[in-house]
């Protein structure tokens, strides 16, 4: 298990003391990490190079017209070409998504009738499931600095699936109370957005 200095914030630990609740825990920040967060990945490059008009609208909003219409240009096979030669051959991107909808599904069912995957607070592995499910589906608040018309947006087939809705209601919820929106006047040389734990 990571060595976690819970010393330096008693008052806020996000590792359980209880053996069987840490484990839990320890156990689903490692999904996190190995299952939602590279498939994610996988599923995010699936929806950019078969969808046009996601592939343009995670632009910038200054990006010139010009560069936008060059992107959306891009023949989807060429990517698909792209991420053959990356190891994402059509049959591993099925196969990541069909694994990532099984974890959400699950994630789902866990987070129904509870405000946390964990006990009774907010642990690592509420945060890095919620963190790393951006890729398939951006918070509705705002979190990040992308076009508002992209908030509640995500990967097709995922991000727009009635059957993920308790786990994508329960992150933003999360979000909702542990992360502070970013202001109008982010600027793009500014840092991370700190998660505030109450």
Not at 64 to 71: C, R
Not at 129 to 137: I, P, T
Not at 169 to 180: G, I, P, V
């Amino acid at each position: 298990m990571p060595s976690l200095d819970s010393t330096k914030y008693p008052e806020r630990p996000i590792i359980p003391t209880n053996p069987q609740q840490s484990a839990l825990c320890f156990l689903l920040e490692e999904l996190a990490d190995e299952s939602i967060g590279l498939k994610s990945r996988m599923a995010l490059f699936s929806g950019l190079s078969q969808n046009q008009s996601f592939r343009t609208s995670i632009l910038p909003t200054t990006t010139p017209d010009f560069l936008k219409q060059l992107v959306a240009a891009v023949p989807s096979d060429l990517l698909n070409v792209l991420g053959f030669g990356m190891g994402l051959s059509p049959e591993v991107i099925k196969s990541a998504l069909d694994d990532l909808k099984q974890v959400l599904q699950s994630l789902s069912t866990l987070v129904l009738d509870k405000p946390y995957l964990v006990g009774d607070k907010p642990t690592l592995a509420d945060f890095a499931v919620a963190g790393l499910s951006m890729y398939v589906k951006f918070p509705d608040g705002p979190y990040l600095d992308i076009p508002p018309n992209l908030r509640g947006k995500g990967v097709p087939e995922i991000a727009d699936s009635p059957a993920f809705d308790a786990f994508f209601n329960w992150r933003d919820q999360l979000y909702a109370q542990y992360r502070k929106p970013l202001t109008t006047t982010s600027s793009p040389t500014s840092g991370p957005t700190s998660i505030q734990i109450d």
